[in-house]
């Protein structure tokens, strides 16, 4: 993300931007606290969804995942999500693409 917050982005030929998809730290069932992606999270969810409409015979193989997810995880991601799309397009306007006509 602070790579589109500027008025270019100078780096290497072989150099990549990846997705904007914020980064969160989640605690595993263990104790242990992992980094985990957002969208990574709501793609799992929604296929939990999926899967358990379709057959609902698959809820012993999702009972140990799902307990980790409070009521408002996912919709607090796709919030994050939403809020970093929001901020990026702000800054590209300002900076990157504000010679551009918009």
């Known amino acids: 993300m602070l790579a589109l917050s500027g ?10 931007l990846g997705p904007i998809d914020p980064q969160f730290k989640f605690p595993k069932g263990e104790g242990t606290i992992v980094p985990s992606r957002a969208q990574a999270i ?3 969810f929604e ?3 999926r899967e358990l ?5 698959k809820l012993p193989a999702w ?11 996912c919709q607090d991601y796709r919030n994050a999500m939403k809020l970093s ?9 300002e900076y990157m693409f504000k ?3 918009r």
């Open 42 to 44: 709501i793609d799992q």
């Open 85 to 93: 799309k929001e901020v990026v397009r702000g800054w590209l306007i």
């Open 63 to 73: 009972i140990p995942i799902l307990p980790k997810y409070g009521p408002s995880l």
């Open 53 to 57: 409409s379709r057959n609902p015979s």
């Open 7 to 16: 008025d270019e982005i100078l780096f290497a030929a072989n150099a990549e």
């Open 47 to 49: 296929e939990a969804q």
């Open 99 to 101: 010679s551009h006509s």
